[in-house]
């Protein structure tokens, strides 16, 4: 219930977000709103559009995990269009992400140890998955 009252006040401020965002800088503006840049970015509002219209056709429905999963990817998308709009800076607009990275030194050492830890990592969630598997009882509860 409180989902379809929200999630019109959701897409205003996404739209209003939106089309605020451009005229912020020049750059912005040029990135959105220019002709060959507007053929790579026009995905991001059509598939905001659509993933909109599922969320609300969903929760008409009264589905459980479609409406989730369309506001994922509503939140996806609006971080998408962020990075469109700053690319290639993080702190805009003095600090590039190639001025922000770690020599490459640090970078392949990170790289070993995360080739190393995330495999050990998934193995023991999945491990605990197994072993902790089954449904829990309804009438148990925690008490």
Same mark, same amino acid.
């Given at each position: 219930?409180?989902?379809?009252?929200?999630?019109? %006040?959701?897409?205003?401020?996404?739209?209003?977000?939106?089309?605020?965002?451009?005229?912020?800088? =020049?750059?912005?503006?040029?990135?959105?709103?220019?002709?060959? %840049?507007?053929?790579?970015?026009?995905?991001?509002?059509?598939?905001?559009?659509?993933?909109?219209?599922?969320?609300?056709?969903?929760?008409?429905?009264?589905?459980?995990?479609?409406?989730?999963?369309?506001?994922? #990817?509503?939140?996806?998308?609006?971080?998408?269009?962020?990075?469109?709009?700053?690319? =290639?800076?993080? #702190?805009?607009?003095?600090?590039?992400?190639? &001025?922000?990275? %770690?020599? &490459?030194?640090?970078?392949?050492?990170?790289?070993?140890? %995360?080739?190393?830890?995330?495999?050990?990592?998934?193995?023991?969630?999945?491990?605990?998955?197994? #072993?902790?598997?089954?449904?829990? &009882?309804?009438?148990?509860?925690?008490?």
């Amino acid at each position: 219930a409180f989902a379809r009252r929200l999630v019109p %006040a959701l897409l205003v401020a996404i739209a209003g977000v939106s089309a605020w965002t451009p005229f912020l800088s =020049p750059e912005f503006l040029a990135r959105w709103l220019s002709w060959p %840049a507007i053929l790579y970015v026009a995905p991001v509002p059509l598939l905001t559009a659509f993933a909109a219209a599922r969320l609300w056709i969903a929760l008409g429905a009264r589905h459980e995990v479609e409406p989730f999963v369309a506001t994922l #990817v509503l939140f996806v998308l609006c971080y998408i269009g962020l990075g469109i709009s700053l690319f =290639p800076y993080i #702190v805009p607009p003095s600090i590039t992400i190639w &001025d922000a990275a %770690a020599p &490459d030194k640090s970078l392949a050492f990170l790289l070993v140890g %995360a080739a190393v830890l995330i495999p050990m990592i998934l193995a023991y969630t999945a491990y605990s998955y197994w #072993v902790f598997r089954g449904k829990v &009882d309804p009438e148990g509860g925690y008490h």
